[in-house]
């Protein structure tokens, strides 16, 4: 008896000393990896080194953060208690004072939600008990309207547990590549744009992109009086006087077959029918874009056959500037490039179209010379060189502007615009200014053929996620032809905004589901990485013509959302021919059932889906449609009405 009382007694002692309550802090984590909307993770100092502060109350310890970010722990059901303070730090309280919304999921449920705090405001305690949780998630959000200045505190942040488990962040392993586009058929295909437009009298370029075994001969009926078209390169050039719509079939034929499709040229005053399509430098090389670098995108757009799927800009971003105007104010390129004319033609010669940056202000955004005071002169100078279209960064106007009113705004674009117009070359419009004063609203009135929505896209899932699922969700109605809402540029394959590239980071899932987002919202389709070193993987997600046509559609209207349910989401696009694409997403961290809803699409219980990715007929459904989506995945449907 006396043994037994003894072993009790010790078992009891074992027992509490292992649920000895032990604490550790936030900041002694591993989040050296964290992904967040700006610069890293900081422990006990803001963003800017110093002290942390929220409201002017100073906080030796905590972590800084900036929206959005998401911290994910598992605390293996021995985590009793999670206390912190949130607030947004001071260091932004002079500059426009951010906002955001601090978050707390356990186990998939919000058990913290501060609302939306700026500067200026006292930090909002938090305590939550953990019995028994899985994991937790702390989310800075940048509370629905983009994350500028968003830098948000999580202070004295620590959790309470018990036996030797500590807490720790989880880090996703990714997933493996995977292809889903068909190989491409040896028998002609012509792809791309079925509706082009140019200027009356302007120079006219379009290369027709055809897939198949080479040699692919190209012909065509009806062309309008002053084009010609060379059969061996399926390029179209020449000048058209009379404006007018002209249909011209054109037809493509090798050794296998022949391929039989409608052009509609549209001679008048529109440009960019259908959302632009091609490659751009900033996201790869950033300032450190050359010569050699531009050209080589023209020749593996070529090479790798993305020319023949419809990529067709050559686009050069910020970096390309002189330093000074010579003495009759044009401004030239500096030494990193030999001749831009020479290079132009170089790029026009395939058929391929070229793209150039500047800035309203005085300098770029990489502190480059912009156009101030010298929009006539540049544009002359780009349609002289053969630029075939601008992208006009805000930047360093905010300088000029008298204020934020919606006449500043519109200034800049509509001197440029007028600028535009007054030279012999039809040069299409990239609005950039990250969507101030609701640029959508606007952007064709003052000459845009597309305007950016938001701030710079980056390749993580919360930077896409919050500019292509969040930022777009009611813009749908302003899109048009020739009038595109612009969510920035893809992030897929190599990229680094530098010398030093590296892979994107997003997942394979995450990679389908930034295509067919873009694809549905009908964003025009710049690729930002390294054309010279694509995987089969980038290739291949870039190459599907069932998913470019859909973003190409020439009815030019934008998917909105249908249907939104916890981490569901399925957007839906009206398409010429009647039928609707329609993207299933899951935007959370586990695979889960889809259930979709088939009345949704609008044609009554009973449809056919086409998988768009497979390329492939699904059958016939009836009321739902249950799939499986994993982690930020997602299916690609094109449904029509059976017959
Ligand atoms: C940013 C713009 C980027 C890139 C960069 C160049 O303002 O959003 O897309 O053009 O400037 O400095």
């Avoid at 705090?117 to 983009?146: F, W």
């Avoid at 104010?329 to 500047?358: E, P, R, V």
């Avoid at 204020?403 to 440029?416: F, H, R």
């Avoid at 190409?552 to 249907?563: C, F, N, R």
Wanted: aromatic share 10%; with cysteine; net charge neutral.
């Amino acid at each position: 008896m006396k043994k037994t009382i003894y072993l009790l007694v010790m078992l009891t002692v074992i027992i509490s000393s292992c649920q000895k309550k032990n604490t550790i802090r936030l900041g002694e984590l591993d989040l050296s990896k964290i992904e967040q909307g700006w610069n890293t993770v900081h422990i006990n100092t803001n963003l800017s080194d110093s002290t942390l502060s929220v409201n002017g109350m100073k906080y030796a310890e905590g972590i800084c953060t900036h929206a959005i970010s998401e911290i994910e722990i598992i605390l293996n059901k021995n985590t009793t208690r999670f206390t912190a303070l949130v607030g947004v730090d001071d260091k932004v309280a002079k500059v426009n004072g951010g906002s955001i919304v601090f978050i707390v999921k356990t186990d998939g449920k919000e058990v913290f939600n501060s609302g939306i705090m700026r500067s200026n405001e006292s930090a909002k305690a938090i305590d939550i008990y953990l019995k028994g949780v899985q994991k937790i998630i702390l989310i800075t959000s940048d509370g629905g309207d983009g994350t500028h200045h968003d830098h948000g505190n999580w202070l004295e942040a620590k959790f309470e547990y018990t036996g030797a488990i500590k807490p720790s962040v989880y880090y996703y392993g990714g997933e493996d590549k995977f292809i889903l586009t068909p190989k491409v058929s040896e028998i002609p295909r012509i792809n791309g744009a079925k509706i082009t437009a140019a200027r009356p009298g302007n120079p006219f370029l379009f290369r027709v992109p055809v897939t198949g075994l080479k040699p692919i001969t190209v012909t065509a009926e009806n062309l309008p009086s002053g084009l010609v078209l060379n059969e061996k390169t399926g390029i179209i050039s020449g000048k058209v006087s009379k404006a007018g719509a002209y249909i011209v079939k054109l037809k493509a034929k090798n050794s296998k077959g022949e391929c039989i499709r409608n052009l509609k040229i549209v001679i008048g005053n529109k440009l960019a029918l259908t959302p632009p399509m091609g490659w751009n430098s900033w996201n790869v090389w950033g300032l450190s874009i050359n010569e050699d670098r531009v050209k080589a995108a023209a020749d593996y757009l070529e090479s790798t056959g993305l020319a023949d799927h419809g990529w067709t800009y050559i686009n050069i971003d910020d970096g390309w500037e002189a330093d000074a105007r010579d003495a009759n104010g044009i401004l030239t390129y500096n030494s990193k490039f030999k001749d831009m004319q020479k290079m132009a033609d170089y790029i026009h010669s395939k058929g391929l179209k070229f793209g150039i940056y500047t800035s309203p202000g005085e300098l770029t955004c990489g502190k480059f010379l912009g156009s101030f005071n010298y929009e006539e002169n540049d544009a002359r100078t780009w349609a002289a060189w053969g630029v075939d279209y601008l992208k006009y960064d805000w930047c360093s106007y905010g300088e000029k502007a008298k204020n934020q009113s919606l006449a500043e705004y519109q200034k800049p674009y509509i001197t440029m615009n007028n600028a535009l117009k007054n030279v012999n070359r039809d040069i299409v419009y990239s609005m950039c200014q990250y969507g101030m004063g609701n640029v959508w609203k606007w952007g064709s009135e003052v000459g845009g053929h597309l305007w950016r929505t938001t701030g710079d896209i980056t390749d993580t899932w919360l930077s896409l996620w919050s500019i292509g699922f969040d930022q777009q969700d009611t813009l749908a109605k302003y899109a048009a032809p020739g009038a595109w809402n612009d969510p920035d540029m893809l992030v897929v394959g190599k990229l680094g905004w530098s010398n030093n590239i590296r892979d994107s980071r997003l997942t394979t899932n995450e990679q389908y589901s930034h295509i067919t987002l873009w694809s549905l919202l009908s964003a025009p389709l710049l690729i930002g990485c390294d054309l010279t070193q694509m995987d089969e993987f980038t290739l291949n997600l870039l190459s599907n013509d069932e998913v470019i046509e859909v973003n190409q559609d020439v009815l030019g209207k934008q998917a909105s959302p249908i249907y939104t349910s916890g981490d569901i989401k399925i957007l839906m696009k009206e398409l010429e021919d009647g039928s609707k694409a329609v993207g299933l997403f899951n935007l959370g961290r586990d695979t889960i059932n889809v259930n979709f809803d088939l009345k949704l699409a609008g044609f009554g219980n009973k449809v056919k889906l086409h998988d768009v990715w497979r390329q492939s007929d699904k059958g016939i459904y009836e009321s739902v449609y249950t799939t499986r989506i994993p982690r930020h995945g997602c299916e690609f449907l094109r449904i029509t009405k059976p017959e």
